[in-house]
């Protein structure tokens, strides 16, 4: 029987647990952790994003700090304000919402923030930390959320073959080298193929943790998984609905109907990563208020 | 015919590239790339490493500033020389020889050095860049020794399957942030094993390009490799010369004799990786040279 991962609901056990260390911190300390998020310009899908962390932010008790800035914000004005948050105390993490508009580098940007408050884990010393093993780090929300997913489903990792399907810096490589570090959460053997890659299949076959994470709608059937496996769909894709003429729909980087007949765990799209990354964000923003504060 | 690969004779060759090199910047630029190499206490084997460092800057035309200090040196102090080093615009490229004696954190010593000028590639900061593919970052120098070996003998890298043994932070997690990066030096599907895995060679026997890196005396053996890889050995141990009673030689995580029978390519050891180290540390300061000169 073939269990269908429900992100939704392990988020909401996650956000039950960082509810009450937040509430715990704001009683031993007085005070309690602060997200400051960026947004610059009016994207929609942005705006819905910085929405849903605000919410969220409030839900769990955590101060959330909102600055939206207009569109034409250069680069030297956003920066200005990294390094006033940077030296702001009562500011424990600070967010900047990509995509950017185009006038404004975002390694620049990216780079500008203290690591101590880098809550999304892309400053190259979060990366690189993570690398070395070292705790003191962040690891960015959707490969951290993959790794709880993994955890919790999958009873003994250690040496298990975790193949990954998809390079990109802020999936696969950060999620390669926290799988295979030596730890009770880790300890795997990882592959990482991608687009040179002549037949996926033959390495997706070997896999008793496949995570894929590419963006190509449906790209990983029923005859490249191993059966057994735990299956995890980072992809999101909006394709037409062949059901309902002139809609569309969103479906993952596996065709989930066939894969899920032959894997032991599987994550659905949408209810599966997505849930997950917004409380990982949260997590790290508790990280980095007992960090800061040396608890 | 297996090709012995020569790593004495290919680090000869890039020496020549960088002396050429290193005489050009001095005529245009009317001034040379400067190392300084810093040893703490008089530990032998790191004595013998800093002379041949010496020697090979001063081959090359590389200035070489070597810094000796007392085994009782402390931490702070230490830290006050890197501070001065970094700040000092005549020095491009700071190395401190490791071991430290046991009452200085290395950790601590590492990331103080200011990363444009981390010669040797530790510092979180420019492992991170080289997770993200980022040009302005050094590698430390045994990787890119690796894959200084296995570019010049693999023509086409392009989804060719890499197999590192091993996941120590000097060797197999940068080696394998490499080989995934989408270049032409790269672009290799990666997998990375380790003291988790229960079966070594079902993974091993995968490999167009194996890389070994344990520090266990012939590990690998003939029926772990498939027929035609590359292998790549940078292991190096100490054992007893059963020919020689009484007396001790070198050899590689790879069983040579037995390993060399089927492999297009290895390398030997001693005469493989170990020449490169350096050769690829003199490459990273004059790097280093161009960054801060912004040449």
Do not use: W
Request: charged share 25%.
């Amino acid at each position: 029987m073939t269990k269908i991962i429900d992100g939704k609901a392990i988020a909401n056990e996650i956000k039950q647990e960082i509810k009450k260390d937040v509430a715990k911190l704001e009683q031993e300390y007085g005070k309690k952790p602060t997200l400051a998020v960026i947004l610059v310009g009016n994207d929609g899908a942005s705006e819905v994003y910085v929405r849903m962390k605000k919410k969220t932010s409030e839900e769990l008790g955590i101060n959330s700090l909102q600055i939206t800035l207009d569109e034409s914000t250069t680069q030297s004005e956003l920066l200005k304000l990294i390094h006033e948050l940077n030296s702001d105390t009562n500011v424990n993490g600070i967010l900047v919402q990509l995509p950017l508009p185009s006038h404004i580098d975002e390694n620049i940007i990216i780079n500008a923030i203290d690591p101590i408050k880098d809550v999304d884990g892309f400053h190259p010393i979060n990366l690189g930390k993570l690398v070395i093993g070292s705790d003191d780090s962040f690891v960015s929300c959707t490969p951290y959320g993959c790794q709880e997913l993994i955890v919790r489903n999958v009873p003994d990792l250690k040496g298990k073959h975790l193949v990954i399907v998809g390079r990109s810096n802020i999936v696969g490589k950060p999620l390669a080298n926290i799988m295979l570090q030596k730890n009770e959460r880790a300890n795997c053997i990882v592959t990482i193929c991608h687009t040179a890659t002549s037949d996926i299949g033959y390495y997706t076959r070997q896999a008793d943790i496949l995570v894929v994470a590419v963006g190509k709608a449906n790209m990983i059937t029923k005859n490249m998984v191993k059966p057994g496996a735990v299956v995890i769909d980072v992809g999101i894709n909006r394709i037409d609905d062949l059901h309902n003429p002139g809609k569309t729909k969103l479906v993952g980087d596996v065709k989930f109907d066939e894969v899920s007949e032959i894997a032991s765990a599987i994550t659905p799209v949408p209810g599966g990563v997505g849930p997950m990354t917004i409380v990982m964000l949260m997590k790290n923003t508790v990280k980095a208020f007992r960090l800061q504060n040396k608890i």
